[in-house]
């Protein structure tokens, strides 16, 4: 190891019992981000690796494990990798995205100090800067529950990474050179299967054995269908909630989405597709993979099994149809029902809709009007140092203005602790997707139209998925419950990435003028500064 990441482990090691558990675990990881040619297409490609490695490794955790993560940036241009679905309890300096964290400069390193304190299950990282996220840089997260948390089935044979998203033959520059003229995104080339273009990626098993696929979506554009030939697939989890075990033949992922399947080798020895088609599109992209019998007698043949395409009450049904396991324990050994949600008044009603048009001739994209545009700052930098002119508190509205589309750096302020009702609205003929940093909120309720107080009648208080990125299917709504326990400057966005790129996200302030470590962390001694904050001290080391 180079003596200066030597040095810079050791310090940010030192720096770790002020701000994470000194009795949990800790887990190093030593990366190398670079760009290197790809192929996943057939065409040669420049991609964003790691380790040498796309997609990049998978981080394999359990439950309030500290992950020491130092990342080299062997790129010609700045870099972050942000976390999602990881919820940095009272640290969103950590967070990884341009309001919170300044970027890693060129040939410079920064070692994030995460814990996954509370939390199991499948998520996934990804570069949030540039347009980033369509040269790869992205890689699977399990957090397994700790040995005596019990787990609501048994372990299975084999438990497997499936990283599932739409991709474009052109290089990222060029995608993100024509969304800066104001264009919109063309049409995607095709859809990966961990990295690999069709028929190009693998997972073997033995028959008789049952097995664990954890798939995120972590796509640009576009909600996929995912389906193995012959197999049924049993929800277990979904971003780190237990489910009921309900089985389907297929399952949607939204952008942004992750769940876990079981399925087991219970068909005669062969080898079997596994399909990925786009959903709502014309015309549908498919791609497959392969899933390979120790014992197989011959090779797929024949066309790959059909799913859905266009259908909207197919998925919304299957939507409504994934439910929280009341009776199996979380991350801690209590019951996931044993928080009653559903007998919590909410505290304040924010109404988002989505809208998509032109400023000054060029593309954007905005949640209420307000289109985002980053500030010179990292907004999280500008709060704690109390820099005056990056952003301003109630720059977005609480509910839709009606009005046109207009630029600025948006931010709404939250009260710690309070317990809020987000209803998204999406009155455009796209399946939008909203992700919220730092929290799992639970999905009370789905319907086609508009949203009214009415429309409470038909939420579920009782067993809703508790999860970090819902869908809103076209002309419709989406409503979830948030506790807002976390204190922190957290990116809410549209997970259509091109949407986010262009405007559609705004960071949620959740604030207390309480300065305690139980309520928020101290800015890490290793903080990167710059912009505005150049030249401040974080503490000292």
Request: glycine share 10%.
């Amino acid at each position: 190891m180079p003596l200066h990441l030597a040095v810079t482990l050791f310090c940010a090691t030192a720096s770790l019992f002020a701000i994470a558990g000194a009795d949990d675990p800790y887990k190093f990881f030593n990366w190398n981000v670079t760009y290197g040619d790809i192929y996943p297409l057939g065409v040669r490609q420049t991609g964003i690796l790691i380790n040498g490695q796309f997609p990049g490794p998978d981080i394999h955790s359990v439950t309030n494990d500290n992950l020491i993560i130092n990342v080299f940036n062997s790129l010609n241009e700045s870099f972050l990798l942000s976390w999602n679905g990881i919820q940095q309890r009272r640290n969103s300096f950590e967070d990884g995205v341009y309001g919170t964290t300044c970027p890693i400069p060129p040939g410079k390193n920064f070692t994030y100090i995460l814990q996954v304190k509370d939390q199991i299950g499948s998520f996934y990282y990804f570069p949030s800067l540039a347009f980033h996220k369509a040269a790869g840089g992205f890689g699977g997260i399990r957090i397994l529950s700790r040995p005596r948390i019990p787990v609501p089935f048994p372990d299975p044979a084999g438990d497997y990474t499936v990283l599932i998203g739409d991709w474009y033959k052109t290089n990222h520059t060029g995608l993100k050179a024509h969304l800066d003229r104001g264009k919109k995104l063309p049409f995607p080339d095709g859809i990966l299967i961990n990295g690999r273009g069709p028929g190009g990626a693998s997972i073997n098993v033995e028959q008789g054995k049952t097995y664990r696929l954890r798939i995120s979506n972590v796509g640009l554009q576009n909600s996929l269908n995912f389906r193995i030939q012959n197999h049924k697939l049993k929800l277990v989890e979904v971003e780190g909630t237990h489910t009921l075990q309900t089985t389907y033949s297929s399952i949607d992922l939204h952008l942004g989405q992750s769940c876990s399947v079981l399925f087991t080798a219970d068909q005669p020895a062969q080898d079997y597709y596994i399909v990925v088609s786009s959903r709502f599109t014309n015309p549908v992209l498919t791609t497959t993979a392969t899933l390979r019998y120790s014992n197989s007698a011959g090779r797929v043949s024949g066309p790959p099994p059909g799913g859905p395409t266009i259908q909207i009450d197919w998925s919304l049904n299957q939507a409504r149809s994934i439910r929280t396991n009341l009776t199996a324990s979380g991350p801690r050994p209590n019951p996931q029902g044993s928080y009653h949600y559903g007998l919590i008044n909410t505290t304040r009603t924010i109404r988002l809709a989505n809208s998509a048009g032109q400023v000054n001739g060029k593309q954007r994209y905005a949640v209420n009007s307000v289109s985002f545009v980053p500030a010179d700052t990292p907004l999280k930098l500008a709060d704690y140092f109390q820099i005056g002119g990056v952003f301003r508190v109630g720059s977005i509205s609480d509910n839709p203005t009606g009005g046109g589309i207009y630029l600025d750096t948006s931010v709404m302020n939250a009260d710690y602790r309070a317990f809020v009702e987000i209803i998204f609205q999406n009155n455009e003929n796209i399946v939008q997707s909203w992700h919220l940093d730092g929290y799992s909120f639970f999905v009370v309720g789905m319907d086609g139209g508009q949203w009214t107080p009415a429309s409470r009648k038909g939420y579920n208080l009782r067993d809703a998925i508790s999860r970090c990125t819902t869908q809103v299917y076209p002309k419709s709504w989406t409503a979830i419950y948030v506790a807002l326990d976390n204190v922190g400057m957290w990116n809410l966005r549209s997970e259509f990435w091109a949407r986010q790129y262009l405007g559609q996200q705004f960071y949620l302030r959740v604030y207390t003028g309480s300065t305690s470590l139980r309520d928020e962390f101290p800015i890490p001694k290793n903080a990167l500064l710059c912009g505005r904050a150049n030249g401040r001290s974080t503490r000292p080391l």
